[in-house]
């Protein structure tokens, strides 16, 4: 019913930047809150690094605060994670997650995009 299309991974070196976007599509009535978590290698569990939530709070895990911004275009539903002074420590697969209420409903529910790989190496 929600279907979450993920996209700007790629390689980039230590101190670059990048944009991760996250179109989030179908019978969406609100969007309430929309993340970015990270999958690094080896490692089993997802870190949620960036939080916004509908009323404009954002939050940040340590590991990241400062460097990354977390927006969001209402109009698009889609989200956005700008990712600068980026770090070796940063390669991981980065996944969208959002809890939503569809449309003729009152309940939320969770969706998680497919990831996208984002390697920072000289």
């Known amino acids: 019913q929600v279907q979450l299309v993920e996209s700007g991974g790629g390689l980039v070196q230590p101190g670059g930047s990048l944009r991760l976007s996250c179109a989030a599509s179908?019978?969406?009535?609100?969007?309430?809150?929309m993340e970015w978590a990270r999958q690094a290698p080896g490692k089993q569990q997802r870190e949620v690094v960036a939080?916004?939530?509908?009323?404009?709070?954002?939050n940040y895990a340590d590991s990241v605060k400062d460097r990354f911004t977390i927006s969001r275009d209402n109009a698009k539903n889609t989200v956005f994670l700008d990712m600068n002074s980026l770090k070796p420590e940063d390669t991981a697969v980065y996944y969208c997650?959002?809890?939503?209420?569809?449309?003729?409903?009152?309940?939320?529910?969770?969706?998680w995009g497919q990831g996208t790989q984002v390697t920072v190496s000289s």
């Open positions: 997650h959002v809890n939503v209420v569809l449309q003729g409903g009152r309940c939320e529910y969770s969706y």
């Open positions: 179908g019978s969406i009535a609100s969007i309430v809150v």
């Open positions: 939080r916004l939530r509908s009323g404009g709070t954002t």
